[in-house]
C-alpha cells in the first residue's frame, strides 16, 4: 500500500513540475544542470543502497525504472498540450498560422518520442524504443501530410 502511495506522489510531483515548466514558458532549472543533478542524485541512491547491504545491479535497475518512469510523466503535458494547441485556436491571426501550430506539434512530438526511445533504452525495453523510434520516424510525415490537406482545402475554398 506505501508503495502505491509513494508512486502516486512521485507522479504528481513531476507533472506538477513540468506543468510549472511549460507554464512559466522555459526549464525551472537548466536542462544541464538538471540532468547532472540527476546522474549524481541515481550514483548517490545506488552507492547509499548499495552499502546498506542491497545488490547493485537490482537496485540500479530498480532505479533506472523509476528516472524513465520520470521521463515519461515529464514528457505527457507538453505532448498533450501541443495536441490541443494545434486543434484548439482559431485562424484569428491570419490563415497561416496554422502552419506554425503544426510545426510547433512536430517539434514537441518528436522530442517526445525521443525521450520515449531514452526511457526504453534506460529500463532495458527494446519494445518502448522501437515504439519510439517508430513514432520519431513517421512524425514528420504526418505534419507534412496535415499541412498539405490544410493547404488545399484553403485552396478549394478560395477557388469558390
Not at 26 to 55: I, Q, T
Not at 115 to 128: C, E, F, H, P, S
Amino acid at each position: 500500500m506505501i508503495f502505491e502511495i509513494l508512486t502516486a506522489v512521485y507522479a504528481a510531483l513531476v507533472l506538477a513540475y513540468a506543468f510549472w515548466n511549460i507554464k512559466r514558458g522555459s526549464f525551472v532549472v537548466g536542462l544541464g544542470k538538471f540532468v547532472v543533478c540527476a546522474v549524481v542524485a541515481f550514483l548517490a541512491l545506488v552507492g547509499v543502497l548499495y552499502f546498506r547491504g542491497n545488490d547493485l545491479w537490482p537496485t540500479a535497475l530498480a532505479l533506472m525504472k523509476i528516472g524513465a518512469a520520470g521521463v515519461l510523466f515529464a514528457g505527457i503535458p507538453p505532448m498533450i498540450a501541443a495536441t490541443i494547441g494545434l486543434f484548439r485556436f482559431g485562424d484569428e491571426y491570419g490563415s497561416n498560422i496554422f502552419y506554425v501550430r503544426n510545426h510547433i506539434t512536430g517539434i514537441v512530438d518528436t522530442v517526445s518520442s525521443l525521450v520515449m526511445m531514452v526511457a526504453g533504452l534506460l529500463i532495458l525495453r527494446i519494445d518502448l524504443a522501437a515504439v519510439g523510434f517508430f513514432f520519431f520516424m513517421f512524425i514528420p510525415f504526418t505534419g507534412g501530410a496535415l499541412a498539405n490537406s490544410y493547404y488545399y482545402v484553403n485552396q478549394r475554398r478560395s477557388e469558390r
